[in-house]
T-cell receptor, first 114, second 114 residues
Framework: AQKVTQAQTEISVVEKEDVTLDCVYE???????LFWYKQPPSGELVFLIR??????QNEISGRYSWNFQKSTSSFNFTITASQVVDSAVYFC???????????FGAGTRLFVKA | NAGVTQTPKFRVLKTGQSMTLLCAQD?????MYWYRQDPGMGLRLIHY???????AKGEVPDGYNVSRLKKQNFLLGLESAAPSQTSVYFC?????????????FGPGTRLTVT
């Protein structure tokens, strides 16, 4: 069975601080995909990144970066120099290739204060 | 492109009433999904469809039915609403390739059952 754990329920930071959102996953499959989605206060979920299980390269996109480590089954998300607009709920998700079910973590609510 | 749209955005039902939520996508995606989002539980898959005329059960299908008569539409029905179905419902779509692609989400429908 697959599982995604986001142990941080809520995080509060002050603008310009760096913040890391943790994601730990469980699966016995060797081929899988990991995702991060953002849910701003407006409510819709927005896709941020997809990573397959064979690609452990870290990725950077502007102020966002992702650290994928198979050895610890983690796919952590870091926001550098956070901004108020980063305030949202962030979901980590896992899907197995060939399966139709995407497992979402419970989400981490990030508050960025001005 | 409108992406994924959902109708209605809000609804209040009394226990025992029925309703249908409509999801439409204009991206020509094969796969469509219905999720419910409850506090602290992430998103849970209700039903999904891998193509026109096909549907399948997800993680929490009881009390719901779905239909996919046209490729662009995916309907979610509640035959006899219960307070436990109070939730935010999200529709999503994705290209074919089980587990391999990110999903595109609609804005959500907030349903309250009294």
């Amino acid at each position: 069975a697959q599982k995604v754990t986001q142990a941080q329920t809520e995080i509060s930071v002050v603008e310009k601080e760096d913040v890391t959102l943790d994601c730990v996953y469980e699966t016995r499959d060797t081929t899988y995909y990991l995702f991060w989605y953002k849910q701003p206060p407006s409510g819709e979920l927005v896709f941020l990144i997809r990573r397959n299980s064979f690609d452990e390269q870290n990725e950077i996109s502007g102020r966002y970066s992702w650290n994928f480590q198979k050895s610890t089954s983690s796919f952590n998300f870091t926001i550098t120099a956070s901004q108020v607009v980063d305030s949202a709920v962030y979901f980590c998700a896992l899907s197995v290739v060939g399966g139709f079910k995407t497992i979402f973590g419970a989400g981490t609510r990030l508050f960025v204060k001005a | 492109n409108a992406g994924v749209t959902q109708t209605p955005k809000f609804r209040v039902l009394k226990t025992g009433q029925s309703m249908t939520l409509l999801c439409a996508q204009d991206m020509n995606h094969e796969y469509m999904y219905w999720y419910r989002q409850d506090p602290g539980m992430g998103l849970r898959l209700i039903h999904y469809s891998v193509g026109e005329g096909t549907t399948a059960k997800g993680e929490v299908p009881d009390g719901y039915n779905v239909s996919r008569l046209k490729k662009q539409n995916f309907l979610l029905g509640l035959e006899s609403a219960a307070p436990s179905q109070t939730s935010v419902y999200f529709c999503a779509s994705s290209p074919p390739g089980p587990g391999a692609y990110e999903q595109y989400f609609g804005p959500g429908t907030r349903l309250t059952v009294t």
